[in-house]
């Protein structure tokens, strides 16, 4: 299947949900064949850079955070040291435009499941969001979230017994992983858990160690992913990535 054409999408508004979480809201002519039911899909926002028609773009990914019939939100969460995306939505403008392809795939947790995890600092926090709310009414487990700042935390529609554990990080690093000591802290409930997680890359491989070592929770019941990597660009991680998936294979 080809790819989608990227569109040039119009900024219709921008706005802080939380001191380091900036949405920016996007529409315009291009999204009209937009494919509908798209929240938690990603999507690549494409910056120009140089000059010349050889002149690559520099592509970053983002979530779909909600969909409307015109219109689809995405959210920024802003680090201590900004890259070129993030800079873009806290100076974006409207009537600014920006190149996006995509859609790509959803990534939804299993919902075949007796019990629920959904584990993921500020960058994932629109995905972590859009499964919560797509849980079925009696769903129990919990939800690990890792922000900022105390201002950071968001109300978030979710089933009445997924509880929400809320860890603050004003400083992500490299060697440590409040997300995994708060979830080793958490009362490991009986039957068979659907686990979600998406962080920083050396806490996605801290808690991917504990999920499929420790607490053996099948592939079909776990979705693990790194967002970012600590001190690296989008490619540099990219990268990283890519070796570090073909040394687990």
Not at 43 to 53: A, H, N, S, T, V
Not at 125 to 151: S, W
Request: glycine residues 4%; contains cysteine; aromatic residues 8%.
């Amino acid at each position: 299947m080809a790819k989608p054409t990227p569109r040039l999408l119009d900024v219709i508004d921008r706005k802080y949900l939380t001191p380091n979480m900036c949405r920016v809201t996007l529409g315009g002519a291009e999204l009209i064949d937009f494919p509908a039911d798209q929240e938690s899909a990603y999507i690549k926002l494409m910056f120009p850079q140089g000059q010349g028609e050889d002149a690559r773009p520099l592509v970053r990914t983002y979530t779909v955070s909600i969909q409307r019939d015109d219109e689809i939100d995405v959210d920024f969460a802003l680090h201590e040291t900004e890259g070129p995306a993030s800079t873009w939505a806290r100076n974006a403008q409207v009537g600014d435009q920006v190149l996006v392809g995509g859609p790509g795939p959803k990534k939804l947790i299993n919902n075949e499941a007796d019990w629920f995890l959904l584990v993921g600092d500020m960058t994932a926090l629109p995905a972590i969001t859009v499964n919560l709310a797509q849980l079925p009414d009696d769903a129990r487990g919990y939800a690990v979230i890792e922000v900022t700042t105390e201002a950071d935390k968001q109300p978030l529609k979710k089933p009445d017994n997924v509880d929400i554990h809320w860890v603050i990080n004003a400083h992500p690093n490299a060697e440590s992983s409040p997300l995994l000591e708060c979830v080793k802290a958490l009362n490991w409930l009986a039957g068979q858990p659907a686990v979600w997680a998406a962080c920083e890359f050396h806490s996605m491989r801290a808690l991917r160690q504990y999920f499929k070592v420790e607490r053996a929770v099948p592939k079909t019941h776990l979705y693990i992913s790194s967002y970012w990597k600590f001190d690296s660009t989008e490619d540099q991680h990219k990268i990283v990535k890519q070796e570090d998936a073909q040394s687990i294979e």
